[in-house]
């Protein structure tokens, strides 16, 4: 069975202190990895997908790296417009479909 | 261009009671998600439709749940007899489908459903 974790569940920066957010998983023939920003009472916007290990992406503050096994969302230097809950999904090819399964997520505080 | 739009955002009904939540997903997504969301949970898959047909309905927790897709646009997740534990936000998404994997899927802001 596909499985996501993300860890951890909750960190609380200051703002300017830099860190990483982890998504691990177990799937059979990863296609893609995604990371969601999502903001109270708002659904997941798309930040990231990333297709290979190796592959980074950048936007902003955030960068997103991908080995065989994990996924990190790294933050440098954040502000408080950054708290949200980020979540990675993993998608998999399913009965002739790609199947996309999210982690639960990080709740991310950056404080003033 | 517009998003993926739903209706309610918010819906209230008393328990025993059917409700009905409303999908447009962004013009030309031919892959439609359901998931629900509940408080300080992640997002359970219910159902996906590549077109008009669900070739994945696994998610659904149980048959008071169901889904249709009319015209390759427009979804309605039904609830019958609804119960507390169905209180949860209920998620839809959009995508180009499976010519196109990889690509990403986008939200809408949700249905808030409360059950008293």
């Known amino acids: 069975e596909d499985q996501v974790t993300q860890s951890p569940e909750a960190l609380r920066l200051q703002e300017g202190e830099s860190s990483s957010l982890n998504c691990s998983y177990t799937?059979?023939?990863?296609?893609?990895l995604f990371w969601y920003r999502q903001d109270p009472g708002k659904g997941p916007e798309f930040l990231f997908t990333?297709?290979?290990a190796g592959e980074e992406k950048e936007k902003e503050r955030l960068k997103a790296t991908l080995t065989k096994k994990e996924s990190f969302l790294h933050i440098t230097a954040p502000k408080p417009e950054d708290s949200a809950t980020y979540l990675c999904a993993v998608q998999v090819p399913f009965g002739g479909y790609q199947k996309v399964t999210f982690g639960t997520g990080t709740k991310l505080q950056v404080i003033p | 261009g517009a998003g993926v739009s739903q209706s309610p955002s918010n819906k209230v009904t008393e328990k025993g009671k059917d409700v009905e939540l409303r999908c447009d997903p962004i013009?030309?997504?031919?892959?439609l998600y359901w998931y629900r969301q509940s408080l300080g949970q992640g997002l359970e898959f219910l159902i996906y439709?590549?077109?008009?047909?669900?070739?994945?309905k696994s998610g659904l927790p149980s048959d008071r749940f169901s889904a249709e897709r009319t015209g390759g646009s427009v979804s309605t997740l039904t609830i019958q007899r609804t119960q507390q534990e169905d209180s949860a936000v209920y998620l839809c998404?959009?995508?180009?489908?499976?010519?196109?994997?990889?690509?990403?899927?986008?939200f809408g802001n949700g249905t808030r459903l409360t059950v008293t």
């Open positions: 990333l297709y290979s």
């Open positions: 013009s030309g997504h031919t892959a």
């Open positions: 799937v059979s023939g990863l296609r893609g």
């Open positions: 998404a959009s995508s180009l489908g499976t010519d196109s994997y990889n690509s990403p899927l986008h």
């Open positions: 439709f590549q077109g008009n047909s669900a070739p994945d």
